[in-house]
């Protein structure tokens, strides 16, 4: 290299540590993605040491192995880490998986299932991770750096269209396979002005591209699509079918969403959640269709048959837990979740209704108390999860509050009780950042629902007690014979906890008199401002029930809070109304009508007039690069002739005819003449040779010879545009 000259040498090395830092940030962007995945399920440190291998191995091999020899090593890696994959999973999953199943859930996830609902998640991110990372580097070492970029952002691909990417993390992967194509631009064709067009182009089509991904359904990113405010509580967790996200403020509707015909008052479930992420939950596994009756719990238990009719169109089978039969046309719909539920397939429309038995978990506090703790095997592996991120604050809090009781039971009631005794009940808070769990217990004085089930389940965890996150009704209002009216407003989300020979026993650690205090001030303002849908029995013809009606059927009205000690699962008092804060699902959401809304709030939102603007700056860059521009404009330019004097006028004439030629065939080269110009030209059916020959002859005799007359001109410029409406097909459509 001491023959290159020093500037020379400079420039490549220069160029070289761009591509780098480029394919540094295009791979730290995929893989902290993946990393995450593994924070949450467990198997971070691993997961950076594969990575780190990958890296060391692409570093070592690229300048002794040929590129077939890397697509091997890189194919090699995959097969292993989707056979250490396969071999991880349950073996209820592996059953599971026929090739139409294979299928569906690869493309699910290009189409927005998140990597975290994969049963092996964290496994599943280990394995994936090294094909991407040796290829890309590999391909660097070699200076290959356009088909870095491609391996690695296949990966980045990946995890946006599963909408496990956020905007940011798309953003600085652009960025980063921008900087190193640009590197290869540089260390080709020198770097300057002179490349500025194409990395504007580059830059701008990536953008575009990153931001399509992310409106893909399911993604995350989204965005391009327009922000739509704050929740209902019916589209905060209810509503989501696989996984919850835990946000701010939210809103109550008082729209009778069902009616449940049931002996016995009881929490109506439609969702579990097994895995807590940090920011929300996620249901994992895969649902298998409902084929017949299903097991009952462990322990003792009574059985319970529940009518449910649809009030609204709804998409859940809501049920006392644990579902064990479903009757009706819904039941060949219905599919059953790993978790024990069963949801449907189809949506329920007013009026059409199910049948559905469940046995009711019936054990004493004695029972509870003395279950020890024999988990089975699958309930400690999904239910004992906590991120590793989880803070030592949180297991320190845990531990404080029932670290010294001596049973899961009584753990469970003194966290129970500490959260109902320590925090307030507010549905307008601000979505903290970070661990919800943590930003709960030390940083927020006030939540809801979701608040309070999610920080319950996290401390029982990290006290070795496996509870999950549970979603659904409360009972609503008994208006007599059995039958209960569940409104929006009655969702709510709850805490499971599993009991050797007894399975889940529900807990409720969110303070009852203040959301029924909330519920009654909604559905009163709801009265008030004449909203529809809020009464039951008004359409056929009976006297709605208005809230101090409730209140007379109810007694107070009031939800009786779980005394310490207690068993939550024995029976409500019947009427108990428990104003919920969760979401009812498959409800839709109103329209902009429904909302008052103006019709130019649909109009584009700014982020998708930004992301348009990036792509006509990029296409006007690419334009510009290809000489697309030049070339439009020159044919622009032949359309029309201004007329002056013949002699201005036959050689603007000849000019129109050379543009005309040179788009079609050549330019005329340096030194040839214009005669033996158009005597090379290949024959065409779209112009007579002939009349080329006289335009140029014209052109001759107004430059070198003696002149021509008005007549000579005007033969040259109607001869001209005749063959530019034959090579330009819409102007001659439009004349």
Same mark, same amino acid.
């Given at each position: 290299m001491s023959s290159v000259p020093d500037g020379r @040498?400079?420039? &490549?090395?220069?160029?070289?540590?761009?591509?780098?830092?480029?394919?540094?940030?295009?791979?730290?962007?995929?893989?902290?993605?993946?990393?995450? &995945? =593994?924070?949450?399920?467990?198997?971070?440190?691993?997961?950076?040491?594969?990575?780190?291998?990958? @890296?060391?191995?692409?570093t070592l091999v690229g300048r002794y192995v040929g590129v077939r020899v890397a697509l091997g090593v890189t194919s090699g890696l995959l097969f292993l880490g989707l056979l250490?994959?396969?071999?991880?999973?349950?073996?209820?999953?592996?059953?599971?998986?026929?090739?139409?199943?294979?299928?569906?859930?690869?493309?699910? @996830?290009?189409?927005? @299932?998140?990597?975290?609902?994969?049963?092996?998640?964290?496994?599943?991110? $280990?394995?994936?991770?090294?094909g991407p990372v040796f290829l890309s580097w590999y391909l660097a070492v070699r200076r290959r750096y356009v088909s870095a970029v491609v391996a690695g952002s296949l990966a980045l691909a990946l995890v946006v269209l599963t909408g496990d990417a956020d905007a940011l993390t798309t953003v600085v992967g652009v960025l980063g396979a921008t900087a190193t194509v640009a590197a290869s631009t540089f260390e080709r064709h020198g770097s300057g002005l002179a490349q500025a067009d194409v990395l504007t182009a580059l830059l701008a089509a990536m953008i575009v591209v990153s931001a399509t991904?992310?409106?893909?359904?399911?993604?995350?990113?989204?965005?391009?699509?327009?922000?739509?405010?704050? *929740?209902?509580?019916?589209?905060?967790?209810?509503?989501?079918?696989?996984?919850?996200?835990?946000?701010?403020? $939210?809103?109550?509707? *008082?729209?009778?969403?069902?009616?449940?015909?049931?002996?016995?008052?009881?929490?109506?479930?439609?969702?579990?959640?097994?895995?807590?992420?940090?920011?929300?939950?996620?249901?994992?596994?895969?649902?298998? *269709?409902? #084929?017949?009756?299903?097991?009952?719990p462990p322990g003792p238990d009574r059985e319970l048959e529940q009518t449910v009719t649809a009030e609204a169109p709804i998409s859940i089978l809501p049920a006392a837990w644990k579902p064990v039969e479903v009757e009706g046309a819904v039941a060949s719909e219905a599919v059953v979740t790993p978790q024990g539920g069963v949801r449907p397939e189809t949506t329920l429309l007013p009026g059409e209704n199910y049948t559905v038995t469940s046995r009711v978990p019936n054990a004493t506090t004695d029972r509870?108390?003395?279950?020890?703790?024999?988990?089975?095997?699958?309930?400690?592996?999904?239910?004992?999860?906590? *991120? !590793?991120?989880?803070?030592?604050?949180?297991?320190?809090?845990a531990e404080t509050v029932a670290g010294e009781e001596e049973t899961p039971y009584d753990k469970a009631v003194a966290i129970e009780s500490y959260l109902e005794e320590n925090k307030e009940y507010s549905l307008s808070v601000p979505r903290p950042t970070g661990d919800v769990a943590d930003a709960f217990l030390f940083e927020m004085d006030a939540g809801y629902c979701t608040y309070y089930a999610t920080t319950m389940v996290v401390m029982l965890r990290s006290q070795g007690v496996p509870a999950r996150f549970v979603t659904g009704y409360t009972p609503g209002e008994d208006v007599g014979n059995g039958t209960h009216v569940v409104r929006g407003l009655d969702s709510h989300a709850w805490v499971e906890v599993y009991f050797p020979d007894t399975g889940w026993v529900r807990f409720d650690p969110t303070p009852s008199g203040p959301r029924q205090t909330a519920e009654d001030a909604r559905i009163a303002e709801a009265q008030q401002s004449g909203v529809e849908n809020i009464e039951y029995g008004e359409p056929n013809g009976t006297t709605p029930m208005?809230?101090?009606?409730?209140?007379?059927?109810?007694?107070?009205?009031? !939800?009786?809070?779980?005394?310490?000690? #207690?068993?939550?699962?024995?029976?409500? =008092?019947?009427?108990?109304?428990?104003?919920?804060?969760?979401?009812?699902a498959g409800v839709p959401t109103a329209g902009p009508s429904d909302r008052g809304e103006s019709p130019f709030s649909t109009m584009p939102t700014r982020r998708t007039l930004v992301v348009a603007l990036i792509g006509l700056v990029g296409v006007v860059a690419g334009a510009r690069r290809t000489t697309v521009a030049e070339r439009a404009i020159g044919l622009l330019s032949v359309q029309f002739q201004r007329r002056r004097d013949p002699e201005s006028d036959v050689r603007r004439a000849y000019d129109r005819l050379s543009v005309l030629l040179e788009r079609e065939?050549?330019?005329?080269?340096?030194?040839?003449?214009?005669?033996?110009?158009?005597?090379?030209?290949?024959?065409?059916?779209?112009?007579?040779? /002939? #009349?080329?020959?006289?335009?140029?002859?014209?052109?001759?005799?107004?430059?070198?010879?003696?002149?021509?007359?008005?007549?000579?001109?005007?033969? /040259?410029?109607?001869?001209?545009?005749?063959?530019?409406?034959?090579?330009?097909p819409i102007v001659r459509w439009l004349r």
């Open positions: @040498l400079r420039h &490549v090395d220069g160029a070289r540590a761009l591509a780098f830092v480029g394919l540094t940030a295009l791979t730290g962007a995929y893989a902290s993605v993946l990393w995450r &995945v =593994t924070d949450v399920v467990g198997g971070s440190a691993e997961f950076v040491a594969v990575v780190a291998a990958s @890296l060391a191995l692409a250490a994959y396969l071999v991880t999973l349950p073996q209820s999953q592996v059953a599971l998986l026929t090739p139409e199943r294979v299928l569906n859930d690869t493309l699910a @996830l290009l189409t927005g @299932l998140s990597v975290l609902r994969l049963v092996g998640a964290g496994v599943w991110a $280990i394995a994936v991770v090294p991904f992310s409106v893909v359904p399911g993604a995350a990113g989204a965005p391009l699509l327009p922000d739509r405010g704050a *929740p209902t509580v019916e589209g905060s967790i209810v509503d989501a079918e696989d996984d919850v996200d835990i946000v701010g403020s $939210i809103r109550l509707s *008082p729209d009778v969403r069902f009616t449940v015909e049931s002996a016995r008052s009881e929490y109506w479930q439609t969702a579990a959640y097994d895995r807590y992420t940090g920011d929300g939950w996620i249901r994992t596994g895969d649902v298998r *269709p409902y #084929e017949g009756p299903l097991q009952g509870l108390r003395a279950a020890g703790t024999d988990y089975p095997d699958r309930v400690t592996a999904s239910y004992l999860q906590l *991120p !590793e991120s989880t803070t030592d604050r949180v297991r320190e809090r208005t809230v101090d009606d409730a209140e007379t059927a109810n007694g107070t009205g009031e !939800e009786t809070p779980a005394t310490p000690g #207690e068993i939550t699962t024995a029976n409500p =008092t019947n009427g108990t109304q428990a104003p919920a804060d969760v979401p009812s065939y050549r330019a005329r080269r340096p030194g040839e003449t214009p005669r033996a110009y158009v005597g090379s030209l290949p024959p065409s059916e779209s112009r007579s040779e /002939a #009349e080329i020959r006289r335009v140029v002859e014209l052109y001759e005799r107004a430059r070198y010879g003696d002149g021509v007359t008005e007549s000579d001109a005007d033969e /040259a410029v109607s001869t001209v545009d005749r063959l530019v409406r034959a090579s330009t």
